[in-house]
């Protein structure tokens, strides 16, 4: 038995990190590939499906793959601080990364629109917290004025060592499936997660893609074929922040699912690539969709993702009913934040379940036949 000891010492052969380089880490990764079901019997699907529940990462993102490797890059360069926007994970992911190395977390979000768990991880880990009056997109443009003279280094998924760490998420999946699966469904706000799976499989096959915004020279890591073929990627978006689908930068984005309430994606490029190489779509949910899948999955399978995260599931499964996904499929979706983030938004929706009644015997059992016949 060897200690897992996070995702850039499990990958390094894989990754921009050579054997010196010390890892800054909290063991992120290894996160479990759920397969779901009673949802596929319950909409009569034949195939497999399958949840890659990030929430289960350590401050309850994905974003903490690509911060462990955004932070061992900036601490090996030897800066001192770091900066990002954030809707909350990347700030929550930051905070964390940073003090585990020492380093100072600048963190620009917007003001209200965000989950109330993810602020008080950026507090709670010591992060600089700047409230703008502004939105997301606000956010990335001031972090990208300051960093030009301020001596700080962007961990938003403009850093390329970002997509580095959030590709081995594929990685993991291929390594558990034994092969890509057909379809992967994820949802897209910046799209740098979409793009980061899009480089992770196709390394996994050994084929080369448009998508790699790491510059070539730094590329100084294995890409032998574990698998031949490569899944189809399909990105969902809120439908009030639908940049893909709209053709263009939305100027006020706006949704329940403030994880990806963004108007101007920062990897527009590279996940265009990523659909077109791939064979993939981009479609839109709704909120009230977005909320109903939240609930639905947690209700039948267990499994509290945020309400970003439900957009991947939202979407797949109405491509399942329309066999657009056709029957009999392999298809992952990424769940990529924990609903515990976000108690508020179930809270809202209505407490179903909840009993009041008397601290009595005779009530508490009332209450339990009640519903048992
Ligand atoms: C960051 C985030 C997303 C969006 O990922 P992008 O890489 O920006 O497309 C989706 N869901 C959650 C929970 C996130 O934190």
């Known amino acids: 038995m060897t200690r897992y000891t996070g995702l850039i010492d499990q990958y390094r052969s894989r990754l921009p990190f050579a054997p010196e380089v010390r890892a800054i880490s909290l063991g992120e990764g290894r996160t479990p590939l759920i397969k779901l079901e ?7 699907f034949e195939g497999e499906l399958y949840v890659k529940f990030e929430g289960l990462n350590p401050t309850g993102s994905f974003k903490d793959r690509g911060m462990t490797s955004a932070v061992t890059q900036a601490v090996h360069e030897g ?17 964390a990364y940073a003090s585990r190395a020492g380093i100072t977390a600048f963190v620009l979000i917007p003001e209200g629109k965000i989950a109330l768990g993810k602020l008080a991880q950026a507090v709670v880990h010591g992060a600089v917290v700047v409230q703008i009056q502004g939105n997301f997109d606000d956010g990335m443009r001031l972090v990208k004025e300051v960093a030009e003279t301020a001596p700080v280094t962007i961990v938003n998924s403009i850093n390329p060592f970002r997509l580095q760490g959030q590709k081995t998420a594929a990685f993991e999946i291929v390594e558990a499936l034994g092969r890509a699966p057909d379809y992967h469904c994820l ?10 799976y899009w480089i992770g499989y ?18 100084k890591y294995s890409t032998a074929a574990v698998v031949s073929g490569r899944p189809k990627m399909v990105g969902f978006q809120a439908a009030g922040a639908a940049p893909f689908l709209r053709g263009g930068p939305v100027k006020e984005p706006e949704t329940v699912a403030t994880a990806i309430r963004i108007g101007d994606p920062q990897s527009w490029n590279q996940a265009w690539a990523a659909q077109k190489e791939s064979g993939g779509w981009f479609d839109e949910c709704s909120d009230e969709e977005i909320l109903k899948t939240q609930r639905y999955l947690a ?3 267990g499994v509290f993702c ?18 657009k996904i056709p029957n009999g499929s392999t298809v992952v979706c990424t769940l990529t934040g924990n609903g515990l983030k976000d108690p508020d938004i179930i809270v809202k929706g209505g407490l179903q379940g909840l009993i009041q009644v008397p601290a009595a015997r005779s009530a508490v059992e009332k209450a339990l036949l009640d519903r048992l016949s």
């Not at 009673?38 to 009569?44: A, Q």
């Not at 001192?80 to 992911?93: D, E, Q």
Request: glycine share 10%; net charge negative.
């Open 299 to 301: 209700e039948k399978e």
């Open 202 to 219: 196709s390394e996994m096959a050994g084929m080369e893609t448009a998508s790699n915004s790491l510059p070539v020279e730094l590329r």
């Open 306 to 323: 945020e309400p970003a995260s439900a957009a991947s599931l939202c979407g797949a499964l109405r491509d399942i009913k329309a066999g």
């Open 38 to 44: 009673n949802i596929p019997k319950d909409v009569g």
């Open 79 to 95: 800066s001192r601080a770091i900066i990002c926007a954030s809707t909350g994970n990347t700030s929550a992911a930051a905070a």
């Open 187 to 196: 949802p897209v706000g910046n799209a740098g997660n979409i793009t980061a």
